[in-house]
């Protein structure tokens, strides 16, 4: 594919082609909607490559088969979908303890349970918090664009090997499924290199073990410090998110993944009605912009989550506001995504029952 | 004088087994390790270790190893092989690990042919939990969980592992052997020299099941444990071949 070519492509196989530029050794997968494509465009190329492509017998098998060969420090990755990610959790919480590269695509649709293929964004809890156990941390990049989706899968890997972190590509179904003009270009990272871990064989220097956990209690403990620590890199390095317009804003819509369109798209709406509102929409999920949402809050704004769940992300917004401003939420569970006339009549019913405090001409 | 014994050197010199007295595991590694040594792998080996009684094998061992989840061993060797294909890779793991817990990577790592080796210890038990019934234990056999003993009715069948892989057509090679005597043990080394060769060859997935004591959870003295072995678990699970493709006639 020419890489200065703008060419019109669907979401999952604009993740899968970005995969293969990045590097991508190995893949393995197991079919689900909304991200089939994903496998069976790799199963057409990663052949012809030499690469590795193995249909696992199942999602448990396919996320610990990327983890032994991201021990070997080569890229691999796994794609799936909501309910199946579910069954990652056990290894994703390995893969943090032992601290391999992981790199898994979750194209999110309806929970809970079987749910449906309808788009939805209920995995942000998954993803952030993780339903694996002990303490760990995952990074999660949200992308909005099909052009994000290969931006972040080059991150992705990136990020994985720079950090011996897993990192979760979060895209939804809307995403998975859209086609859209983008431009793959170059991988833009440098090489990250493994070989001071490496499981390449005990050739000229002693034996590797990576694992997560040995009886020695200190040991135990001081490799969870140790993780955490690393995180805060991440974090302080990493962090990052976009904004729009949040410099004379009363109320900052925010949200994340695909819904990031329709927020950019009401602004411009409501901005034209007199009410001054900007958008912002973190980038990395995890680590999570508190510091910056922070600020905006110090400064007066009220912020209004619009989200395709429960309200997930809502609760990380209400917390790094910590009450300082006014924090409301707009959503629905799944499904038909919340359209540009929705989201800017709910934003008006909110102002007007906020007695018109910041409307300047409603 | 003539050193005629001593520790494999892809042993790690400062180790202690955290192996009960008395069990077939050490015997186990240790012919894992000669094996490693004879057929110059060291510089070469990766093992995908599991989650059981061998859980440590990494502080045994002066080779590369990653942990695999319980039961994800096969899944995690066939990454591991997957990226690496010129390393030798191996699994060792428990009957609770590779049959139970893990059946669906073990099969289906069979099934595609995956180029590594397979080592399965068979005790009839869930050793490292104190002895719980698992999927190879006898009818009849008591256990934590099987206080009255194994019985159809309530608790079905064991598994009889080496059959079933070798039915896999994956499988290059697939053997059952015990480690009670000096011919049984030198039978064992045998097979695992073969299931390391096959996976040399590239002829497939190779694997070796190998009845082992457990005298801490069956409650019994070593000798007692191997007597058992003998006389309760080969009639049950038979040794021998049941898949060789190098053999003359081929898939046998």
């Given at each position: 594919m020419n890489n200065k070519e703008k060419v019109l492509i669907k979401g999952n196989y604009a993740i899968a082609q970005a995969a293969v530029n990045a590097g991508l050794q190995c893949y393995f997968g197991y079919p689900i909607t909304p991200q089939t494509e994903i496998g069976e465009y790799l199963s057409g190329v990663m052949p012809d490559l030499g690469r590795a492509?193995?249909?696992?017998?199942?999602?448990?098998?396919?996320?610990?088969?990327?983890?032994?060969?991201?021990?070997?420090?080569?890229?691999?990755?796994?794609?799936?979908?909501?309910?199946?990610?579910?069954?990652?959790?056990?290894?994703?919480?390995?893969?943090?303890?032992?601290?391999?590269?992981?790199?898994?695509?979750?194209?999110?649709?309806?929970?809970?349970?079987?749910?449906?293929?309808?788009?939805?964004?209920?995995?942000?809890?998954?993803?952030?918090?993780?339903?694996?156990?002990?303490d760990y941390k995952i990074i999660v990049l949200a992308p909005s664009t099909v052009q994000e989706c290969i931006d972040y899968t080059y991150r992705a890997f990136y990020l994985a090997q720079k950090y011996r972190n897993p990192v979760i590509l979060l895209a939804d179904g809307l995403l998975g499924q859209m086609m859209e003009p983008a431009c793959f270009g170059e991988n833009p990272y440098p090489e990250v290199d493994v070989?001071?871990?490496?499981?390449?064989?005990?050739?000229?220097?002693?034996g590797r073990a990576i694992y997560s956990v040995g009886p020695d209690e200190k040991k135990q403990i001081q490799h969870i410090y140790n993780l955490f620590e690393k995180f805060e890199v991440i974090k302080k390095n990493e962090t990052s998110f976009e904004e729009f317009e949040t410099e004379d804003a009363d109320i900052i819509l925010t949200a994340f993944g695909s819904m990031t369109r329709n927020i950019k798209a009401s602004m411009k709406v409501l901005r034209k009605k007199g009410i001054k509102v900007g958008c912002f929409r973190p980038i990395t999920l995890s680590p999570f912009p508190h510091d910056r949402i922070s600020e905006l809050a110090n400064k007066g704004k009220d912020f209004i989550v619009v989200e395709m769940n429960m309200g997930q992300m809502y609760k990380d917004i209400k917390y790094a506001v910590e009450g300082k401003t006014k924090v409301d939420l707009i959503n629905r569970p799944c499904g038909e995504w919340l359209s540009v006339e929705e989201i800017v009549s709910s934003v008006e019913k909110i102002v007007t029952e906020r007695g018109l405090a910041y409307a300047t001409s409603v | 004088m003539q050193q005629v014994f001593s520790i494999p050197k892809c042993m790690k010199k400062d180790f202690r087994y955290t192996f009960c007295p008395g069990c077939d595991h050490g015997v186990a590694v240790r012919l894992v390790a000669e094996l490693i040594d004879e057929m110059n792998l060291q510089e070469k080996a990766i093992c995908s270790t599991c989650v059981g009684c061998s859980v440590f094998l990494y502080n045994f061992l002066d080779i590369d190893c990653v942990e695999a989840p319980h039961g994800r061993a096969c899944a995690s060797a066939t990454g591991v092989k997957r990226a690496q294909p010129d390393k030798f890779v191996f699994t060792?793991?428990?009957?609770?690990?590779?049959?139970?817990?893990?059946?669906?990577?073990?099969?289906?790592?069979?099934?595609r042919g995956e180029k590594f080796s397979a080592i399965c210890i068979n005790n009839t038990t869930y050793g490292m939990t104190g002895g719980q019934m698992g999927p190879t234990s006898l009818m009849g056999q008591k256990t934590t969980t099987s206080p009255n003993g194994r019985n159809a009715d309530y608790y079905g069948y064991p598994i009889k592992i080496a059959e079933h892989i070798a039915q896999c057509d994956g499988t290059a090679y697939s053997a059952r052997v015990a480690l009670d005597t000096i011919p049984h043990i030198n039978q064992a080394k045998k097979a695992l020299q073969k299931a390391f060769e096959v996976q040399q060859q590239g002829l497939g997935f190779g694997f070796v099941e190998i009845l082992s004591s457990c005298p801490t959870n069956w409650k019994m003295s070593p000798e007692e444990a191997h007597q058992r072995v003998r006389e309760e678990m080969i009639p049950v699970f038979p040794l021998g071949v049941f898949k060789d493709v190098t053999a003359e006639g081929g898939n046998k």
């Amino acid at each position: 594919m020419n890489n200065k070519e703008k060419v019109l492509i669907k979401g999952n196989y604009a993740i899968a082609q970005a995969a293969v530029n990045a590097g991508l050794q190995c893949y393995f997968g197991y079919p689900i909607t909304p991200q089939t494509e994903i496998g069976e465009y790799l199963s057409g190329v990663m052949p012809d490559l030499g690469r590795a492509y193995v249909c696992a017998e199942s999602e448990l098998a396919a996320i610990n088969m990327v983890l032994g060969a991201v021990s070997t420090g080569v890229r691999a990755m796994t794609t799936s979908s909501s309910c199946a990610v579910a069954l990652m959790q056990e290894a994703l919480s390995y893969a943090c303890g032992d601290e391999l590269p992981v790199v898994l695509v979750n194209v999110m649709r309806a929970g809970p349970g079987l749910g449906y293929i309808y788009p939805a964004q209920g995995d942000y809890n998954q993803s952030v918090y993780g339903g694996g156990n002990g303490d760990y941390k995952i990074i999660v990049l949200a992308p909005s664009t099909v052009q994000e989706c290969i931006d972040y899968t080059y991150r992705a890997f990136y990020l994985a090997q720079k950090y011996r972190n897993p990192v979760i590509l979060l895209a939804d179904g809307l995403l998975g499924q859209m086609m859209e003009p983008a431009c793959f270009g170059e991988n833009p990272y440098p090489e990250v290199d493994v070989s001071s871990w490496a499981l390449t064989g005990a050739k000229n220097r002693d034996g590797r073990a990576i694992y997560s956990v040995g009886p020695d209690e200190k040991k135990q403990i001081q490799h969870i410090y140790n993780l955490f620590e690393k995180f805060e890199v991440i974090k302080k390095n990493e962090t990052s998110f976009e904004e729009f317009e949040t410099e004379d804003a009363d109320i900052i819509l925010t949200a994340f993944g695909s819904m990031t369109r329709n927020i950019k798209a009401s602004m411009k709406v409501l901005r034209k009605k007199g009410i001054k509102v900007g958008c912002f929409r973190p980038i990395t999920l995890s680590p999570f912009p508190h510091d910056r949402i922070s600020e905006l809050a110090n400064k007066g704004k009220d912020f209004i989550v619009v989200e395709m769940n429960m309200g997930q992300m809502y609760k990380d917004i209400k917390y790094a506001v910590e009450g300082k401003t006014k924090v409301d939420l707009i959503n629905r569970p799944c499904g038909e995504w919340l359209s540009v006339e929705e989201i800017v009549s709910s934003v008006e019913k909110i102002v007007t029952e906020r007695g018109l405090a910041y409307a300047t001409s409603v | 004088m003539q050193q005629v014994f001593s520790i494999p050197k892809c042993m790690k010199k400062d180790f202690r087994y955290t192996f009960c007295p008395g069990c077939d595991h050490g015997v186990a590694v240790r012919l894992v390790a000669e094996l490693i040594d004879e057929m110059n792998l060291q510089e070469k080996a990766i093992c995908s270790t599991c989650v059981g009684c061998s859980v440590f094998l990494y502080n045994f061992l002066d080779i590369d190893c990653v942990e695999a989840p319980h039961g994800r061993a096969c899944a995690s060797a066939t990454g591991v092989k997957r990226a690496q294909p010129d390393k030798f890779v191996f699994t060792y793991q428990g009957d609770g690990d590779f049959a139970s817990i893990g059946l669906a990577e073990s099969m289906h790592a069979a099934l595609r042919g995956e180029k590594f080796s397979a080592i399965c210890i068979n005790n009839t038990t869930y050793g490292m939990t104190g002895g719980q019934m698992g999927p190879t234990s006898l009818m009849g056999q008591k256990t934590t969980t099987s206080p009255n003993g194994r019985n159809a009715d309530y608790y079905g069948y064991p598994i009889k592992i080496a059959e079933h892989i070798a039915q896999c057509d994956g499988t290059a090679y697939s053997a059952r052997v015990a480690l009670d005597t000096i011919p049984h043990i030198n039978q064992a080394k045998k097979a695992l020299q073969k299931a390391f060769e096959v996976q040399q060859q590239g002829l497939g997935f190779g694997f070796v099941e190998i009845l082992s004591s457990c005298p801490t959870n069956w409650k019994m003295s070593p000798e007692e444990a191997h007597q058992r072995v003998r006389e309760e678990m080969i009639p049950v699970f038979p040794l021998g071949v049941f898949k060789d493709v190098t053999a003359e006639g081929g898939n046998k």
